[in-house]
């Protein structure tokens, strides 16, 4: 092979790893600026309990997100590979839609996640919803059960546009992490809240 054919050899293989690092690697150098929205319904029985810890349902990339983020907060967690009742509060977490528009200086993203959430543990809601033709209309309507508890949902809306040098897993990473955090805010937020009430009660 002569000098100038090895030399163009070795400007493509420099070019294929480049590329494969920008689609494949898992760093960023960027800024971005990112906007999390929730929308959030709920019933509450009479005399609503909040039991401890969590049970995330499904045993996925993007649950596991949402499990250790709790985790990290402090909460006991488990993952649930099947919905099944539980002893913690039941939340069953999913991606609805994913859309990223991506360059290797400037990505824009809008990631779309649903969850399901029972303070005591009851999957009730989320089997109706599962099973349902009509999922938008089960997923906010709620029918008052024996359980003394707290049902509600949780749709969450990040959207972000970030500049600067960012792998593309790197930056579906990003934006799972942060609807992660923000899912993982929310159920706080309902035992907090819970329990205040609880207290007052």
Not at 138 to 153: C, G, I, S
Not at 160 to 168: P, Q
Request: net charge neutral; hydrophobic share 40%; proline share 2%.
């Amino acid at each position: 092979m002569g000098k100038k054919m090895k030399k163009v050899y070795l400007v493509g293989i420099a070019v294929m790893i480049l590329t494969l690092t920008f689609y494949f690697g898992d760093f960023a150098l960027a800024r971005s600026e990112t906007h999390a929205s929730a929308q959030i319904g709920g019933l509450r029985n009479a005399n609503a309990t909040f039991n401890e810890g969590f049970c995330v349902y499904p045993d996925s990339s993007f649950g596991n997100l949402v499990a250790a983020e709790l985790r990290a907060r402090g909460h006991k967690v488990l993952t649930l590979s099947a919905p099944v009742e539980c002893d913690g509060q039941f939340l069953a977490v999913w991606v609805e839609w994913f859309n990223v528009s991506y360059s290797p200086v400037l990505s824009k993203g809008h990631v779309r996640v649903i969850a399901v959430y029972s303070s005591v543990g009851d999957l009730s809601h989320y089997l109706k919803y599962k099973n349902a033709t009509d999922k938008r209309r089960a997923l906010v309507e709620f029918e008052r059960t024996k359980k003394p508890q707290f049902q509600a949902y949780i749709i969450i809306d990040v959207s972000d546009e970030s500049e600067g040098f960012i792998a593309l897993k790197g930056y579906q990473d990003y934006l799972l992490r942060q609807a992660a955090k923000a899912v993982a805010d929310q159920a706080e937020r309902f035992e907090l809240e819970g329990k205040m009430k609880e207290g007052s009660d």
